[in-house]
């Protein structure tokens, strides 16, 4: 699976827009963009994911560049309950084999 | 909305000790999964299993470690003879055929003593 690059930390103001960049500029073409997020201590959970095309859902949008070789979560209005830390993991799907690998991630604090 | 479930939510046991970690994963999902992570380091994936046998483990996951289906509805995690290194977060998660979202659990955080 390709490598990741994310920013260590980030803040953001509660009700604006909290944008998280990362790069996986080694992804090959059947690799997917997750996204999941660790509020302290707890298990991850689970909040998008793409090939190319940008996704939105209820929690947040993925803008994936036209190479892939970038992407950026985003939370539209952030909340204090959007502090947590998020990662981005490159994988491919394979069935039966779907472990995923978390880096460092980026710690996002929302500030009121 | 269903859930992973795990307990204990915390367990503390003494070095050398058996300790048996318990999951419930969501009741229709096949794929079963143990994580861990070390205080203040990233998570770290352990073993995942599928139709009743292991598919894929990590070198963390030596002899030391076995899991276990035993019923319809629980997963477990077993650690035969605990080292002061193996206290951590234990996160178990679950997935659904043809789905690609983990669900996990809120973890068992083990102290070795």
């Known amino acids: 699976d390709a490598k990741t690059t994310q920013p260590p930390s980030m803040d953001c103001a509660e009700g604006r827009a909290a944008n998280l960049p990362c790069n996986h500029s080694t992804i090959s073409g059947n690799e997917y963009v997750y996204w999941y997020r660790q509020i302290h201590s707890q298990g991850p959970q689970y909040i998008i994911h793409g090939l190319k095309n940008n996704e939105t859902n209820e929690m947040a949008s993925l803008i994936i560049t036209e190479d892939r070789k970038s992407s950026t979560l985003i939370l539209p209005h952030a909340t204090l309950r959007d502090t947590a830390v998020y990662y981005c993991i490159v994988r491919t799907v394979i069935q039966g084999a779907q472990k995923l690998v978390f880096g460092q991630g980026t710690r996002l604090t929302i500030n009121p | ?113």
């Open chain 2, 1 to 113: 909305e269903p859930e992973v479930t795990q307990t204990p939510s915390h367990q503390v046991t003494q070095m050398g000790q058996e300790v048996i970690l318990r999951c419930v994963p969501i009741s229709n999902h096949l794929y079963f999964y143990w994580y861990r992570q070390i205080l203040g380091q990233k998570v770290e994936f352990l073993v995942s299993f599928y139709n009743n046998e292991i598919s894929e483990k990590s070198e963390i996951f030596d002899d030391q470690f076995s899991v276990e289906r035993p019923d319809g509805s629980n997963f477990t995690l077993k650690i035969r003879s605990t080292k002061l290194e193996d206290s951590a977060m234990y996160f178990c998660a679950s997935l659904a055929e043809n789905y690609n979202e983990q669900f996990f659990g809120p973890g068992t955080r083990l102290t070795v003593l």
